[in-house]
């Protein structure tokens, strides 16, 4: 067994797990915000436009709107996790390939 190559994919799943606990609060904080009267704001370039400031007056296209920003980011944060998901199953396969001729 090449013990180096076992501690680069040691260290490599740790990052992908903690990458994956993160999307995973990430996407919890999101989807218990309440999101019509939770802050949000959009960065498209330089321009940063807060949403929330627009909201003031209730106005429908605007509720609207910050309906489906959430819904947007909630998808990209699901897509996220998945990716995590299977980075994390990819190291432990060979993590558990690297390691399956060793056994006594």
Known sequence: MDTNQL???SQSLDAARSTLS???KARSIVNNAGTHQSEI????????VSVTEMDRGYTQSI???????????KKVLN?????AQDKVKRIEA???????G???
Do not use: H, Q
Not at 79 to 83: E, Q, S, Y
Not at 94 to 100: H, Q
């Open 79 to 83: 897509a996220k996790i998945d990716d």
């Open 102 to 104: 060793d056994k006594p």
């Open 94 to 100: 060979e993590i558990k390939a690297l390691t399956a």
């Open 41 to 48: 704001s959009i960065r498209c370039g330089n321009v940063t």
């Open 22 to 24: 993160d999307c995973i």
């Open 7 to 9: 501690v680069k994919l």
């Open 63 to 73: 509720i609207r709107g910050r309906e489906m920003i959430a819904l947007g980011i």
